[in-house]
């Protein structure tokens, strides 16, 4: 079930709003719960913090360096990460940690639930583009041809016993659409571990949010106007995960045409049809590797993968402008 709504909307930005800073407040142990917010440049994007309660600031210094800690394992730009490790070595076995085991195979069930929509082989194809390059271009169409034929993320090997991984020869992962989401929920169990229950951790359109609000009501997450600065509609949420995937993050114009990051596996071109995914869900590691699987998918399939998984919901904006929300969020959806 979907509810459309005339808006001619093209691209989708998240704010959350109605979040309290500055506060002081004294508990009757005298033991001082503070507001921190705290911001760094970290996964190719501003990351910020707020948390209230006892020691925020130690807990968002841990979160931030939980989250350095993930950005360093991950990132395929870096050379001593474990993902720089496997796609140096493709054709060959090696060894990850766990974690490595643990988010290449989370990935991978996202690839077979989406039927390859979100696949994390693409990197070969991304790098033709260029977007995270100065060198944005949109590559010959025979050339895209070839550096699919290493797309397939079921070629990925994971096994666990020995704690290793091996991709074919010519592949390249790039986990470009789940490692925030990956780090922003880590950052957030930090966070938790420090008894926070009450805090945001925003990276980009990605959100983790901790309980309610301080002074008890719900989360606001307002959805802007992908190319201008109206707010649209908004999200209340308590304790959830909310993330988006746009055709605005990171483009480029050619002849009038937007090409953008994010790519259908099967033509090895961006994705048509939507301008923005919004994905609420328990953790940001589904929420953004389903935001980045719903975009390519489009709006029936993606819409039919939100309605067939539990705890999770979506908003969905085409390039023509109309809104489109899954059956869980339309009593509580706002339009503005
Ligand atoms: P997101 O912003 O979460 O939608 O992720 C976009 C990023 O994921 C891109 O910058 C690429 O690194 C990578 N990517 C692009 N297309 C796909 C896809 N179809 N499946 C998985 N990752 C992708
Ligand atoms: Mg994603």
Redesign the pocket.
Known sequence: MSRKLGYTIVVLLLIVAGVSIGVNIVNSQTTPVTTTEMSRFLMDTLVDIRAVGIDSELAAENAFAEMERIEQKFSRHLPESEIAKINSAAGDWVTVSKESLDLISTAIKYGEISSG????T?GGV?DLWG?TTPNKQVPAPEVITKALESVNYAAIEVDYKQSQIRIPTTTIL?L??IA?GYAIDRGAAVLREHGIKHAMVYAG?DIVLIGNKQDGSQWRVGLQHPRESDLVAVVPVTDRSIVT?GDY??YFMQDDVRYH?????QTGFPATGLASVTIVARSAVDA?SL??AV??LGIEKGLALVESLEHVEAVLITADGSIYVSSGLQESFQEL
């Open positions: 929509a979100f696949d994390i693409l991304i977007f790039d470009g659409g925030k359109g995937s993050q990171r990051h994010i790519l259908d596996p953004d935001s980045t975009f390519v």
